[in-house]
Nanobody, 125 residues
Framework: QVQVVESGGGLVQAGGSLRLSCAAS????????MGWFRQAPGKDREFVAAITWSSGRAYYADSMKGRFTISRDNAKNTVYLQMSSLKPEDTAVYFC??????????????????WGQGTQVTVSS
């Protein structure tokens, strides 16, 4: 089992920045990578970014490239999502998830095995 806990959400004005943290604990050695997803009211959960523990290879949704940066600290089993130039449409609950080693990508919610409770990000105009 891997436990995942997000933090760092809040209210920010448009154009501002926010950094989310995701701490993983438990059998973290069994995890291949971590991802961030978000879900706005009435919408499906969508991919934001992901990163592998081993190489640190990062993946981004096209709409987040250049504005969001994902990084990891292996010593702390923590993944970060630095968000800048935030827009009102970035308002959502942001979820962190861990994927076990094995088949699958890091791009789809169905590929992930463990999820956090989510943290609310609200961007005011």
């Amino acid at each position: 089992q891997v436990q995942v806990v997000e933090s760092g959400g809040g209210l920010v004005q448009a154009g501002g920045s926010l950094r989310l943290s995701c701490a993983a604990s438990g059998r973290t050695f069994s995890s291949a990578g971590m991802g961030w997803f978000r879900q706005a009211p009435g919408k499906d959960r969508e991919f934001v970014a992901a990163i592998t523990w081993s190489s640190g290879r990062a993946y981004y949704a096209d709409s987040m490239k250049g504005r969001f940066t994902i990084s990891r600290d292996n010593a702390k089993n923590t993944v970060y999502l630095q968000m800048s130039s935030l827009k009102p449409e970035d308002t959502a609950v942001y979820f962190c998830a861990a994927k076990k080693r094995g088949p699958g990508t890091l791009l789809r919610p169905a590929d992930y095995d463990y999820w956090g409770q989510g943290t609310q990000v609200t961007v005011s105009s």
